[in-house]
């Protein structure tokens, strides 16, 4: 059924003219190919962090082409304002309280000797996209930061891919090692070359892979503290450290891209990028308030490309608010995989707003913290349930501030020149946070006014959503 392009592009629409999430049309001749997915996922990339999204300072060329290629979601969020959650939520489809990873696994020697977050993992009851894929024939891997549990129990080789090469867990946690299966092959890492390494793997497994359906998950360790970059790129965006660093990770995203084009798959392949959550120091929210760690839109809103020339139109933009559990719901609808039976899938088909111009698939948008909702987004507007959290920080560039898991250039090696709080990289004015905030994100997108008091019934309707789906965790 998908060994052309164009019977891709029929199948595909067949899909959307019957709205499923799963073609009933699964039947394949032993000769048939399944198209291809790849879902790169960049670490702490703000929403404006890429010049296709409005920054100035930092070149991302290929991203750029890509977003010119496809379509951009400009109302994309993370369903937490950090790493391992969002990740969990990606690969199962299903928001943290209900996958059950609601926090981040840290290895003790970060704890003091603590075990609790060290013995942390996505639980081995959920079942990934990748276990879909390689059930449905797809080779399978992951290349990049994993952060779903670093225990061997955990890891991705056990989790449905067929190979791995990345770090376990954030690139400032100690051991920083670089693992190929469950077999350490490099410690400690030389930052400076892991994004090139990535990149490489990425492009061999493709290579390697061109003949049969293949399942790419790239989650790149960049831009995320400690920043780095390569020779060939460090001092050279004109942009700091951090422009350096999201400069070679658009190099890497080109790479595969390039390989794509040359085994001429690029019409068989859906590519999807996104970020995991909000920036941290040095980077851009575009205007938004907050950064990594807030539920303000700077921390949970990031940016969206999905291309598949010939059914996605190039060029396309779209404010329908979606989340990452979609991209499950999206790959599944794609290639033609089942959801799994028994669990409640939070993610919905992104098909057809990538394609044409549709509402958004979700009446209500949720963020978390812990097992409790923590934003409801419906429409124009946003409640916070619970107090968005983070305080004006006023750092002057020559102020002294220690990162406590800085470069040392023994366990940790990176270019000790890290972005300073005083680059704070969303807006830090306006209402006070605490819980009951209301703002109409259309009107005001910089969350500056709350206009709870003149909504009631809005607020109404939303604390009702934020109640409905807590109670059905129970």
């Known amino acids: 059924m998908f060994d052309s392009a164009p019977s891709v592009r029929v199948r595909f629409f067949v899909a959307l003219l019957l709205a499923t999430v799963c073609s009933p049309l699964c039947a394949e001749t032993p000769a048939a190919r399944k198209p291809n997915v790849v879902v790169i996922l960049a670490d702490d990339l703000g929403h404006c962090d890429l010049s296709c999204f409005g920054n100035t300072k930092f070149k991302t060329p290929h991203l750029d082409q ?20 969002t990740r969990a939520s990606l690969l199962t489809g299903r928001y943290p309280p209900r996958c059950g990873l609601t926090g981040n696994p840290v290895p003790k020697e970060d704890l003091g000797g603590a075990r609790n977050a060290d013995e942390m993992g996505l639980p081995l009851t959920e079942i990934t996209l990748a276990d879909l894929m390689r059930k449905a024939g797809y080779a399978t891997a992951c290349v990049g930061k994993w952060h779903l549990g670093h225990q061997p129990r955990f890891l991705p080789t056990k989790r449905g891919f067929d190979e791995y090469l990345g ?26 070359t892991l994004t090139r390494k990535l990149t ?37 965006s004109g942009a700091g450290l951090y422009g350096d660093a999201v400069q070679e990770m ?51 809103r990031v940016p969206f490309i999905a291309r598949l020339p010939g059914v996605i139109p190039p060029g396309r933009s779209s404010a329908e608010p979606a989340v990452m559990p979609d991209i499950f719901a999206t790959m599944c609808a794609f290639a033609d995989v089942r959801l799994p039976e028994g669990k409640t899938i939070d993610g919905q088909n992104l ?46 560039p020559d102020d002294p501030w220690t990162d406590p898991r800085a470069p040392d ?66």
């Open 66 to 85: 890509l977003a010119k290629e496809g379509a951009r979601l400009t109302s994309f969020y993370s369903p937490v304002p950090y790493c391992a959650p």
């Open 167 to 192: 770090v376990p867990y954030s690139n400032d946690m100690h051991p920083v090692e670089l693992l190929d299966g469950d077999k350490r092959l490099e410690y400690p890492i030389d930052q400076n």
């Open 200 to 236: 490489e793997r990425a492009v061999k497994f493709i290579d390697t892979n061109k003949s049969k359906p293949f399942f790419l998950y790239l989650p790149h360790a960049m831009p995320h503290k400690p920043l780095a970059a390569s020779d060939s790129f460090r001092g050279k």
């Open 250 to 300: 658009d190099w890497g995203v080109g790479q595969v891209l390039a390989k794509l084009k040359e085994l001429k798959l690029e019409e068989s392949t859906l590519v999807i990028f996104t970020s995991d959550n909000g920036p941290w120091y040095g980077g851009s929210t575009g205007g938004l308030r907050g950064m990594k760690g807030v539920s303000w839109e700077g921390g949970i």
């Open 351 to 396: 098909l057809p707003l990538l394609t044409k111009e549709a509402k958004g698939p979700h009446e209500f948008v949720l963020s978390t913290r812990a097992d409790k909702v923590a934003t409801v987004r419906s429409g124009q507007w946003k409640l916070h349930v619970l107090s968005p959290g983070g305080k004006k920080k006023d750092f002057k």
């Open 409 to 474: 250039g023994k366990r940790i090696i990176a270019p000790k020149e890290q972005a300073h709080p005083s680059q704070f990289p969303g807006v830090q004015t306006g209402v006070e946070p605490k819980a009951g905030l209301l703002f109409d994100l259309k009107a005001d997108p910089s969350e500056q006014k709350d206009v709870a008091e003149t909504n009631p019934d809005v607020v109404k309707r939303l604390l009702a959503a934020a109640k409905e789906f807590e109670d059905r965790l129970r």
